[in-house]
């Protein structure tokens, strides 16, 4: 389970990570406003683009991160996620019980007369269910394995019989192993630039905006943290909630086509360059 979760964490990331900037730094500011260090700081005659540049720098790093993990990270997980799950799901299926009628190991319809244990079986008998193969095997003993996904009946002190057109024949064995690898051709990582050739532009475009969100929103995020507290209330939470739902409905909604897509960050940078010039750039 806990590998299940380790393939899930590159998509939740993709989505938390710039949010979870977003907000702290706006929260960071407006702590600082609150507390008067930035009135302190400006004081010293430092410029809110002096205050900026570490914002600038942080949100660059993030970006960029979210930007390696949703376009080259998250496709390979989401396919080692639909292997594992596959893979799980074929273990279940060759869970072998004995005196059940009607089980399956591959092309194998198989019988168990006892277990040893979950993996150790006695009395085993198998008919091949392939047209182009009639062969019925018996074996006294048998262990079932799984290697990395391919799965193995061990057997043991038995007899196989091939049914030929004109005769049967007959053949003792000590060990004999009967193997199934599932096929997960369909489940393998086809390449990073092969993937997104076969992807929707709308998954693309909103990878891309969310991957991004940081770096447009970095006049949105002065404006919203530094605030006078003689004269406006600390509203930095609702006010971040806000830009996010706005932001990610507007994605949601305009990242049809890349054409659209183009319209959001365009959009975003003109509000956040709006609020900047009449709360901050007037003032400070």
């Known amino acids: 389970m806990i590998q299940f979760y380790f393939f899930s964490v590159p998509e939740i990331l993709l989505y938390t990570f710039p949010i979870t900037f977003?907000?702290?730094?706006?929260?960071?500011?407006?702590?600082?406003?609150?507390?008067?260090?930035?009135?302190?700081?400006?004081?010293?005659?430092?410029?809110?683009k002096e205050i900026l540049k570490p914002f600038i720098y942080l949100?660059?790093?993030?970006?960029?991160?979210?930007?390696?993990?949703?376009?080259?990270?998250?496709?390979?997980?989401?396919?080692?996620?639909?292997?594992?799950?596959?893979?799980?799901?074929?273990?279940?299926?060759?869970?072998?019980?004995?005196?059940?009628?009607?089980?399956?190991?591959?092309?194998?319809?198989?019988?168990?007369?006892?277990?040893?244990?979950?993996?150790?079986?006695?009395?085993?008998?198998?008919?091949?269910?392939?047209?182009?193969?009639?062969?019925?095997?018996?074996?006294?003993?048998?262990?079932?394995?799984?290697?990395?996904?391919?799965?193995?009946?061990?057997?043991?002190?038995g007899n196989a019989y091939n049914f030929l057109d004109d005769e049967i024949e007959q053949i003792q064995f000590q060990d004999m192993s009967l193997n199934e690898s599932p096929s997960i051709d369909g489940l393998k990582f086809p390449g990073v630039i092969e993937y997104w050739k076969d992807t929707s532009p709308f998954k693309i475009a909103f990878t891309f905006l969310t991957a991004i969100f940081p770096l447009l929103s970095i006049l949105m995020i002065i404006s919203l943290g530094i605030f006078n507290p003689?004269?406006?209330?600390?509203?930095?939470?609702?006010?971040?909630?806000?830009?996010?739902?706005?932001?990610?409905?507007l994605a949601e909604n305009f990242a049809k086509t890349y054409e659209m897509a183009a319209i959001i960050p365009i959009v975003w940078l003109g509000v956040s360059y709006g609020l900047y010039y009449f709360r901050i750039r007037k003032i400070y």
């Open 22 to 48: 977003f907000v702290s730094a706006i929260i960071t500011l407006a702590k600082m406003s609150f507390d008067l260090e930035l009135i302190v700081v400006f004081t010293l005659q430092a410029t809110v």
């Open 59 to 157: 949100a660059i790093l993030v970006s960029v991160t979210t930007l390696i993990m949703g376009f080259w990270i998250k496709p390979q997980t989401l396919y080692k996620t639909k292997e594992f799950i596959y893979l799980k799901q074929k273990n279940a299926q060759v869970n072998i019980k004995p005196s059940e009628f009607g089980q399956n190991f591959g092309s194998w319809l198989l019988f168990v007369k006892d277990k040893k244990d979950e993996r150790d079986f006695k009395d085993i008998v198998l008919l091949s269910i392939d047209p182009n193969n009639k062969t019925f095997i018996s074996a006294g003993e048998a262990n079932f394995l799984n290697s990395d996904g391919e799965f193995r009946l061990k057997l043991k002190e």
């Open 230 to 249: 003689r004269y406006e209330k600390n509203r930095s939470v609702p006010y971040s909630i806000t830009a996010i739902l706005i932001y990610f409905v």
